[in-house]
């Protein structure tokens, strides 16, 4: 069963993956303190050069986005030069390398860039900041259409700095509660103009965020990821379903290298979904998708057996196991993730 996970897999004319087994993105929290990526993190990286694609830890693309200790950039001239170690280092294992691009809105923190923190409304979320306990989450300033703008214009600066900087392309982070997905749900996005109110209102800075994105890297180089299902940081919201229809109708004209779902476990189900995200999307978008959420090489096999979806991503395991890949291939036990590992780089 888990066989089919081996076969190559064409994204697009470009980019042909080795096997069907991405690395998900996973926050480590280790670059150092300008955010700059380390020598230590294009070791950890290379020793998981045997993944189909890696898709790095997401990586903020100005300051203000930044809503966790340590988390690699992708806006200065010394964040790039970190970045060419690690690419470079699993291009000569034979890997590839997608960055994850990212501002967090209102789960930033003032506290790692002197604020403010920036949403699509002036609504906050309750807690704390994960590592930084003391560290209460405060009122986003609400954003203007200017500052959208100029978002936009850094978004796409950042995608051009991650092909600078040696990756394969770039996944927009467009899940999880972060910025992106704070205009996509009612929850954060409370405006009453041309980016708030009805489906394509909502839709609007998404959208042009990927069109400014494909304009600059091209098409066969982008990707996105999406969390139509509210978990975390995030009120669930019935009417949330029609933005989401519409977002993925829209997406489906932009021949995205692949869309990948956001969830921790994709056995969850949504009233307002009719089920599990990954059924959802693959329900309403005909292209490459990516599942992830608590699967093991058998059950994500099984579930691209089922047509469910088309690869597979894998996190926690791959913290736990930087042999993922050759372990599953030669049927060799698997250590079991856990929280501690975080601690450091292995
Ligand atoms: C994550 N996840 C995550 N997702 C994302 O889009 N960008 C990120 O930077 C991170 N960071 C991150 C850090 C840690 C420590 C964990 C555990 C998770 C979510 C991750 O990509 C994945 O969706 C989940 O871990 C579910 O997959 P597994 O772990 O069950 O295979
Ligand atoms: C600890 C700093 C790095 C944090 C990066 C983000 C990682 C993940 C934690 C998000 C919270 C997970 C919520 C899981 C919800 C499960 C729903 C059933």
């Given at each position: ?23 998900a993105p996973l926050t480590r929290c280790q ?13 950890y ?12 830890e ?10 966790y200790p340590n988390t ?56 704390t900041v994960p590592r930084q306990r ?42 999880n ?55 975390v ?31 921790f476990d ?27 959420g608590s ?19 894998i996190g926690r395991p791959f913290i736990a196991n930087p ?11 698997l250590v079991s993730y856990s929280d501690e590992m975080l601690a450091e780089l292995v």
């Open positions: 069963m888990t066989a089919d996970l081996f076969q190559p897999y064409a994204l697009n004319a470009s980019i042909t993956l080795n096997n069907k087994i991405l690395m670059a150092d303190d300008d955010l700059v990526p380390t020598q230590a993190m294009a070791d990286y290379a020793r998981r050069a045997d993944a189909g694609l890696i898709i790095s997401a990586v903020i693309i100005r300051p203000d986005g930044q809503g690699p950039g992708l806006f200065t001239p010394e964040q790039i030069q970190g970045w060419q170690k690690v690419t470079s280092a699993v291009h000569a294992k034979g890997g590839k390398i997608f960055a994850q691009l990212w501002h967090t809105g209102r789960v930033a923190h003032s506290h790692f860039f002197g604020g403010p923190t920036v949403a699509p409304s002036a609504v906050k979320i309750e807690g003391e560290l209460a989450y405060e009122i986003p300033k609400a954003l203007t259409g200017e500052e959208i703008a100029q978002l936009v214009a850094d978004y796409s600066q950042a995608a051009a700095n991650a092909i600078d900087a040696g990756f394969d392309g770039v996944e927009i982070h467009g899940a509660a972060y910025l992106i997905d704070q205009f996509l749900h009612h929850d954060s996005n409370r405006r009453d103009d041309e980016f708030g109110g009805t489906p394509e209102n909502m839709a609007r800075f998404p959208l042009a965020v990927v069109d400014a994105i494909i304009k600059r890297i091209g098409q066969d180089r982008t990707a996105l990821r999406v969390s139509p299902g509210a978990y940081n995030m009120q669930g919201d019935s009417r949330d379903r029609a933005v989401f229809d519409y977002f993925l109708k829209q997406l489906e004209s932009r021949q995205l290298a692949y869309l990948h779902v956001g969830i994709d056995a969850l189900t949504f009233d307002y979904l009719d089920g599990r995200v990954s059924d959802y999307v693959r329900a309403h978008y005909s292209q490459t998708l990516v599942g992830v699967y093991s090489a058998e059950t994500g096999a099984q579930a691209i057996a089922d047509g469910r979806f088309d690869l597979l991503a042999d993922y890949v050759v372990r599953v291939r030669d049927r060799q036990p």
